[in-house]
């Protein structure tokens, strides 16, 4: 059984510039939500995909924006970065139904560290 | 709006010896659970433990357990006979049964388990 794997692991971008992080969930995964960590903080909510649909988003700006696939895998875009998003940004899958899923366990992924300059 | 406040930015102790990391939520819901992760190095969030609002029980999983307290709103994790293996970033988190089941975490505390 694989867990959840985040490429790349380290990224730096320029401000004003876009980015894409990837998420594959485990094995058997439905759920993928999105945290954004910055450097001594708790990992915020950005928002979970169920199905290939949007199933909540958190307080970020309409910049951040996603996708999940058939497979289940999952992409975190961002455009017009600020030196402010950076941080690390994780992954997590789960098994769920679209309400509550949360209960059945998260699978965290070690997560893409990002740096804007 | 629910929070959770971690007071111990940072810990340390000796190995073998038993260890209690504080954490207060606040929320009005009645249902709900609360989690405590760890992050070692490697960055992975991993589940410790987790405690469900409507049991009284504390929960217990080996070396770990906490002291939920609801009226108190408060939920402690304590490590017993720790190990050179603990030493991570500890995370106290809030979880309301919701469709997006979206995870609140504290700010964290820092644990170096001491040889």
């Known amino acids: 059984e694989t867990g959840v794997t985040q490429s790349p692991t380290h990224l730096i971008k320029t401000r004003g510039q876009q980015v894409t992080l990837r998420c594959s969930s485990q094995?058997?995964?439905?759920?993928v939500s999105w945290y954004q960590q910055a450097l001594g903080q708790g990992p915020q909510f950005i928002f979970q995909?169920?199905?290939?649909?949007?199933?909540g988003r958190g307080n970020f700006p309409p910049r951040f924006s996603g996708l999940q696939f058939p497979n289940y895998s999952s992409e975190l875009n961002v455009n017009a970065l600020e030196l402010d998003d950076s941080a690390l940004y994780l992954c997590?899958?789960?098994?769920?139904?679209?309400?509550?899923?949360?209960?059945?366990?998260?699978?965290f992924g070690s997560g893409t560290r990002l740096t804007v300059v | 709006a629910q929070t959770v406040t971690q007071s111990q930015p940072e810990m340390s102790v000796q190995e073998a010896e038993t260890v209690t990391l504080s954490c207060t939520y606040d929320t009005s819901e009645n249902n709900y659970y609360l989690f405590w992760y760890k992050q070692p190095p490697s960055r992975q969030m991993i589940l410790v433990i987790r405690?469900?609002?409507?049991?009284?029980q504390n929960a217990t999983e080996n070396r770990f357990s906490v002291n939920f307290q609801k009226a108190a709103k408060s939920f402690s994790l304590k490590i017993s006979d720790s190990q050179l293996g603990d030493t991570a970033m500890y995370f106290c988190a809030f979880m309301k049964y919701d469709l997006d089941d979206k995870i609140i975490f504290g700010k964290g505390t820092r644990l170096h388990i001491l040889p």
């Open positions: 997590a899958s789960s098994l769920g139904d679209g309400a509550g899923g949360g209960l059945n366990g998260y699978t």
């Open positions: 405690q469900e609002a409507y049991k009284q």
């Open positions: 094995s058997g995964h439905n759920t």
């Open positions: 995909y169920y199905r290939e649909e949007e199933n």
